[in-house]
């Protein structure tokens, strides 16, 4: 089981970038996927999440509205449409996968398999 995400960068505050979380050696769509986020000196912290019940999404009062989370079965991958970006928003981003928990599992411990992160910086 691995999770390999990709897309980050530099991007301007309102400005966007995408992020992908490919899956490879299991099929995705049976999985929670969730995306967390790390900034330096902070904990770990819960942004998004699809539901491999009924691909429904779950979001952080922090992104809600800017944040899309979008599941493609035939590319085995999950993305992460942001939009409107802040510099509050800057952190190494992280997807995760889990059989068991529900999207509204908020908890990082509860995911059991994670992508190695890549880098979002926002400029003001």
């Known amino acids: 089981v691995q999770l390999q995400a990709s897309g980050g960068g530099l991007a301007q505050a309102g400005g966007s970038l995408r992020l992908s979380c490919a899956a490879s050696?299991?099929?995705?769509?049976?999985?929670?996927i969730g995306w967390f986020r790390q900034a330096p000196g902070k904990e770990r912290e819960w942004v998004s999440c699809?539901?491999?019940?009924?691909?429904?999404?779950n979001y952080a009062d922090s992104v809600r509205g800017r944040f899309t989370i979008s599941r493609d079965n035939a590319k085995n991958t999950v993305y992460l449409q942001m939009n409107s970006l802040k510099p509050e928003d800057t952190a190494v981003y992280y997807c995760a996968a889990d059989f068991m928990v529900r999207c509204s599992e908020v908890v990082a411990g509860a995911y059991d398999y994670w992508g190695q992160g890549t880098q979002v910086t926002v400029s003001s």
């Open positions: 699809i539901s491999s019940r009924d691909g429904s999404p």
């Open positions: 050696g299991f099929t995705l769509h049976y999985y929670t």
